[in-house]
């Protein structure tokens, strides 16, 4: 099994910064990508970003040129950089893990991020 256990949500004005980290541990080694994912009231859970063992990154066109995906290996952890905050980043950012078939078999419990206009 794989526990995933994100950190550095807040509250920040429109314009501002956060970064979301997600640390891993257990079976790691079965983790082929991780990603971010946010989820507002109503609204389906929607990917944001994801980053493969192999340096790959993808995001939403809602977050290219403001969001970045990194990880760090020996640390079994994945960053969110967040810039220039919009309202409409709102919501609450998750964690997950992909095994090599693409199948997620890991959630984090969720980090709120709160944008103010």
């Known amino acids: 099994q794989v526990q995933l256990v994100e950190s550095g949500g807040g509250l920040v004005q429109a314009g501002g910064s956060l970064r979301l980290s997600c640390a891993a541990s257990?079976?790691?080694?079965?983790?082929?990508?991780m990603g971010w994912y946010r989820q507002t009231p109503g609204k389906q859970r929607e990917l944001v970003a994801t980053?493969?063992?192999?340096?790959?990154?993808n995001y939403a066109d809602s977050v290219k040129g403001r969001f970045t995906i990194s990880g760090d290996n020996p640390k079994n952890t994945v960053y969110l950089q967040m810039n220039s905050l919009k309202p409409e980043d709102t919501g609450v950012y998750y964690c997950n893990a992909d095994d090599r078939i693409g199948v997620t078999f890991a959630w984090g419990q969720g980090t709120q991020v709160t944008v103010s206009s």
């Open positions: 980053l493969t063992r192999a340096g790959l990154t």
């Open positions: 257990g079976r790691v080694l079965s983790i082929e990508s």
